[in-house]
């Protein structure tokens, strides 16, 4: 059974640095074809997919936030990190993770979403 | 980047009734198309991938189809547990991209 949980500082302030944590069971991040993809939702708006990491390192960045973004995972105790530079209230979101099938780039698992807000 | 436009953004429908929401994409994906249903409590679940292979789990009235930049959901005979918001995504190409949305609500 696979399961994700984020976790987050909850609120932080402008122009700080965001870091999530996503710990997982049930699959391993070594495993060929794994991948953990971030995604996040602004109250009253879409999805938005972030990053995703994948069994051999390798990183897809959305270039929409160009060079802010930075994934690493740590395969030996089943977690997946996000971090964000230069937060602005535009970051305010629920962030997600998800079990990513590099075959088909499906998000077939979530995790139940962490709240952050950013504000001064 | 690839574009997916959503319709309808809302919808209403019957206990019972058939719903078909449609998705376009912006270019050809190449039945790269998945289907996300998300719920109030914010839990996100997997319904379709691949256009048209049901995930384990999702109940059956859910399906896909579709070809090239048009696909869509269908549930046959909606249920009150299927009042949720529905997403398509593309996953042909990074930047991955979703819908804007469809939020089916009872009638």
């Known amino acids: 059974q696979v399961t994700l949980k984020e976790s987050g500082p909850g609120i932080l302030q402008p122009s700080h640095t965001l870091s999530l944590t996503c710990s997982f069971s049930?699959?391993?991040?070594?495993?060929?074809?794994?991948?953990v993809s971030w995604i996040r939702q602004p109250s009253g708006k879409g999805l938005e997919w972030l990053a995703s990491?994948?069994?051999?390192?390798?990183?897809y960045n959305n270039p929409s936030l160009k060079s802010r973004l930075t994934v690493s995972k740590d395969t030996s105790n089943n977690q997946a990190f996000l971090k964000v530079t230069s937060v602005d209230t535009a970051d305010t979101a629920t962030y997600y993770c998800?079990?990513?099938?590099?075959?088909?780039?499906?998000?077939?698992?979530w995790g139940q979403g962490v709240m952050v807000t950013v504000s001064s | 980047d690839i574009k997916m436009t959503q319709s309808p953004s809302s919808l209403s429908a019957s206990l019972g009734e058939r719903v078909t929401i449609s998705c376009r994409a912006s270019?050809?994906?190449?039945?790269?198309l998945s289907w996300y249903q998300k719920k109030e409590d914010g839990s996100v679940k997997l319904l379709i991938y691949?256009?048209?292979r049901l995930q384990p789990g999702a109940p059956s009235r859910f399906s896909g189809s579709g070809s090239g930049k048009d696909y869509s959901l269908t549930i046959s005979g909606l249920e009150s547990e299927d009042i949720a918001t529905y997403y398509c995504?593309?996953?042909?190409?990074?930047?991955?991209?979703f819908g804007s949305g469809t939020k089916l609500e009872i009638k």
């Open positions: 998800a079990h990513t099938l590099g075959s088909s780039y499906t998000f077939d698992y």
């Open positions: 049930g699959f391993s991040l070594s495993t060929y074809g794994m991948g």
């Open positions: 990491i994948w069994w051999n390192g390798n990183t």
């Open positions: 270019e050809n994906i190449n039945n790269y």
């Open positions: 691949h256009t048209s």
């Open positions: 995504q593309q996953g042909y190409t990074p930047p991955l991209t």
